[in-house]
């Protein structure tokens, strides 16, 4: 009698938890098309691209004038010429996503978008080796520190129910 009970509620426990990631999937799916949101991401796409330029631009500028470059000056300067070119695309697709006032779907775009953002990481990664081993590894560290301080802070203010259901639409009430 006891296994039974137990079985039962590991069904329903199952079904609690993939109706709660059915809700979320949606409540994504819905943000994901709110214009708002997109203008949201467009903007903080511009952020993070015009930044990694910047940064690439600091990183890379003490390798043009020298001769021969060590290998992790020359993974940080090829690196940077992946990043930057990309970059710049991204930078003025933005201005048309903000002009339509939507993000673009395109595969090559979703591609683009990774390449730059970890080629970028990897070259100032690199210019950061170059002047230090330790440097680098402490930027690659807390880089991945940053992006979990990032990813909690997002998934706390985005999906946090209790805030949330402040601002998901009520349903109208019926008279019976």
Known sequence: MDEDFTVEQARLVEVEAEAEAERIRQEVKDAAADPVVQEEWIRQSNLIYGGLVGAGLVVVQ????????????????????????????LLMLNRQEAFRRRVSKSLA????????????????????????????????????????????????LEYDPKFRSLFRPRKPQTKD
Do not use: N, R
């Open 109 to 156: 775009v979703e591609v683009a978008k990774s390449v730059a953002q970890g080629s970028a990481y990897v070259g100032i990664t690199a210019g950061f080796w170059h002047m230090s081993m330790v440097a680098g590894i402490v930027f690659l560290a807390v880089g991945a520190v940053a992006l979990g301080v990032h990813s909690s802070g997002y998934t706390q």
């Open 62 to 89: 003490p390798f043009l004038t020298e001769d021969s470059l060590d290998p992790s000056a020359m993974v940080c300067v090829i690196a940077i010429a992946v990043s930057i070119p990309l970059l710049a695309a």
